[in-house]
């Protein structure tokens, strides 16, 4: 599952791909306005249209990424929160078919990683100009996470923030979920980094990250790139309201070393808590546990990103994708 070929699933001078689209329907407010914007959008280029996949709450994506693949299909489009967006990632990893974003949700780990925001527009244009890149994944289980995993203080904000309020007000909801744990006691921890001597913390939040951004477009980890062979590991040990203050400026300002937090790297990551926590992958919660095990699997993923596709930032170039993505749904709108 580490991928493999070489080969590109999709380039520029390859015909138009065929495509899928796997669909949170509880994400769009008007699902068949939504089908057409898509579709149009894809054919203006030059696109075949796409088959449509719906998930379900037994089924959050994974099973339909994987019927679009059999099928044919070269781009999966995960339209939906960070739960469709990671199920769609386990469902590609080791194969050719690459995966677009089109980020309806409030969180979107790796949508903001890829500077695309909610933005539909950009989201389609990505695709269609074919910047691919082959990304490095994390497993936990049988699962996998393109952007970060996590256990304690991250995934208790996930759980607290309220549906409503991110509805309404978008990623700064997480704040307020943050809000409710920020004098919670810390949870007593063993870190292992591959075959080295486990380390002993009272840590608030351990990360194991793919990518370095957050919520909001905050860099928490500077040298995390997307395909180097590594996980990197971010370990939050702040115990005062002064600690959180302190680091979340150091975060913002992002010059220098952050207090209160302690970077490690490896390739497989196992994390082990003196009490069951809460955990998430890619923004997702899953089920609480007392222990978190990640392991890399180098260049598993292919991912459709803004141009240039070589730099260690994801992002680049996505504000100018989404300018040429409106050109292109006005085109569309036209024809």
């Keep these: 599952m580490d991928g493999g070929q070489d080969r590109r699933p999709v380039t520029a001078d390859d015909v138009a791909p065929r495509s899928a689209v796997v669909v949170n329907p509880a994400k769009v407010t008007d699902l068949d306005d939504f089908r057409r914007t898509v579709n ?10 796409p088959t449509w996949y719906e998930t379900t709450v037994a089924d959050p994506g994974r099973g ?3 019927a679009a693949v059999r099928a044919g299909a070269q781009v999966v489009f995960a339209c939906g929160g960070d739960g469709t967006v990671m199920a ?6 080791g194969t050719d078919a690459a995966l677009a974003v089109l980020p309806q949700g409030t969180g979107n780990l790796l949508a903001a990683n890829l500077g695309l925001s909610t933005d539909l527009a950009a989201g389609l244009e990505v695709a269609v100009e ?5 990304l490095d994944v994390g497993a936990v289980d049988d699962r996998y996470f393109a952007v970060m995993a996590g256990m304690g203080f991250d995934a208790q904000m996930l759980q607290d923030t309220s549906e409503t309020t991110k509805a309404r007000i978008g990623w700064p909801a997480y704040i307020m979920g943050a809000a409710k ?11 292992r980094i591959d075959d080295r001597p486990p380390l002993r913390r009272r840590a608030r ?9 957050l919520q909001g477009g905050v860099r928490l980890l ?21 600690h959180w203050l302190a680091m979340g400026w150091a975060l913002v300002r992002r010059r220098g070393s952050v207090p209160r937090m302690e970077v490690l790297r490896g390739r497989r990551v196992e994390i082990t808590s003196n009490r069951a926590q809460p955990r998430q992958l890619d923004g997702d919660l899953i089920e609480p546990g007392r222990t978190l095990t990640a392991e890399v699997r180098p260049e598993a993923l292919w991912l459709c990103v803004p ?7 994801l992002a680049m170039d996505a504000d100018a994708a989404a300018e040429r993505g409106e050109q292109l749904i006005e085109e569309a709108r036209r024809e």
Excluded at 181 to 191: A, C, G, K, Q, W
Excluded at 207 to 212: E, Q
């Design 40 to 49: 149009d959008a894809l054919g203006a280029a030059g696109w075949p249209e």
């Design 64 to 66: 339909q990424t994987e």
């Design 88 to 93: 769609c990632v386990s469902g590609l990893v």
């Design 130 to 134: 074919r910047g691919l890149r082959r």
């Design 181 to 191: 744990h920020l004098r919670d006691r810390p949870m007593r921890v063993s870190i």
């Design 205 to 213: 939040s351990v990360l194991v990250a793919n990518v370095g951004r």
């Design 222 to 242: 500077t040298d995390a790139e997307p395909d180097d062979g590594w996980l990197d590991v971010a370990v939050l040990t702040p115990r005062t309201l002064r």
């Design 307 to 313: 141009r240039p596709e070589g730099h260690p930032d």
